[in-house]
């Protein structure tokens, strides 16, 4: 059996790290994009990430936005409002510009999993649709959170209402 611990075994180093966790077979994978300022946390829309298992591994190869939509409205707000939770402990530590905030909804929970401070592989869909509704891109954004501007009412507003209607494969 390929999945044995001999056969897994077989795949490991002594010399090397690894990082172990329990498989959720039935989970959905989110992540949210996030822009840290001086004065607010910037939460853009969200997606649910498309995960494929290959070689026992999990490789990352799309985003769909449309699918958060579909979500569970309570699993959402609590997705988003721990996002912006941690993103606001994360500012009071001094950290600004973009985060992406990497989660796993099982049942009715939401476990969160990881932070990457860079851009997102689904960075380009936010770009598409903020650009098309004549707002700053995330890189814009990000530079402005360095240099301690703030963004304009008006883009604020804007970005509360920002819908990305994309996915990607």
Known sequence: DENSKTSIEKHISPEGDYL?????????????HAVIFDDRI???PASVQIICAENHRLLYRGAD????AQI?????KQ??????KICKLLQKKGYRGIIGVDAMIVGREVY????????????????KEL?????????EMNLHA????????????????????????
Do not use: M, W
């Open 20 to 32: 172990v966790t329990a498989y959720q077979e039935s989970n959905i994978p989110v992540n949210v």
């Open 42 to 44: 910037q939460l853009l």
């Open 65 to 68: 936005y449309i699918a958060f």
């Open 72 to 76: 569970d409205t309570i699993l959402k």
């Open 79 to 84: 997705f988003l409002n721990g996002s912006e």
């Open 112 to 127: 969160y999993l990881e932070l990457n401070n860079r851009f997102q592989g689904s960075s380009f869909l936010i770009n």
């Open 131 to 139: 650009h098309k509704q004549g707002l700053p891109s995330l890189q």
């Open 146 to 169: 360095f240099q301690g501007q703030k963004l304009e009412k008006c883009v604020v507003e804007k970005l509360q209402k920002l819908v990305v209607p994309y996915s990607f494969y």
